[in-house]
């Protein structure tokens, strides 16, 4: 019913920058707030970053001042561009949305994209 597809990983040097892209496509009505969090090998998955459908953004600290949240409401996409990369944001970075479906009224449902891999060497 929806899909949401990522795409910017790669691997970069400590202090780099890396820009990922979220576009979801589908039977869409309202795509409301808008998600990345990230799994190191053996952790848990973590928020990185949140923005709702009117912009409002938050991040956790290990990540405030280095990234930056963004959506594109007319592309149905979101980003994270991620500045002074250090080799502790290693990760698989997965985004997530809540979605408004057609014809299903009100109700969100969650959806996942399958991970764009980042990987920072020191």
């Known amino acids: 019913q929806v899909q949401l597809v990522e795409s910017g990983g790669g691997l970069v040097q400590a202090g780099g920058s890396l820009r990922l892209s979220c576009a979801a496509s589908?039977?869409?009505?309202?795509?409301?707030?808008m998600y990345w969090y990230r799994q190191a090998p053996g952790k848990q998955r973590d928020l990185v970053a949140k923005?709702?459908?009117?912009?409002?953004?938050n991040y956790a600290d290990s990540v405030k001042g280095r990234f930056t949240i963004s959506r594109d409401n007319a592309k149905n996409t979101v980003y994270l561009q991620m500045n002074s990369l250090k080799p502790e944001d290693t990760a698989v970075y997965f985004c997530?949305?809540?979605?408004?479906?057609?014809?299903?009224?009100?109700?969100?449902?969650?959806?996942w994209g399958q991970g764009t891999q980042v990987t920072v060497s020191s």
């Open positions: 589908g039977s869409i009505f309202s795509l409301n707030a």
């Open positions: 997530n949305a809540e979605v408004e479906l057609v014809g299903r009224g009100r109700r969100e449902y969650s959806y």
């Open positions: 923005i709702t459908k009117g912009g409002n953004t």
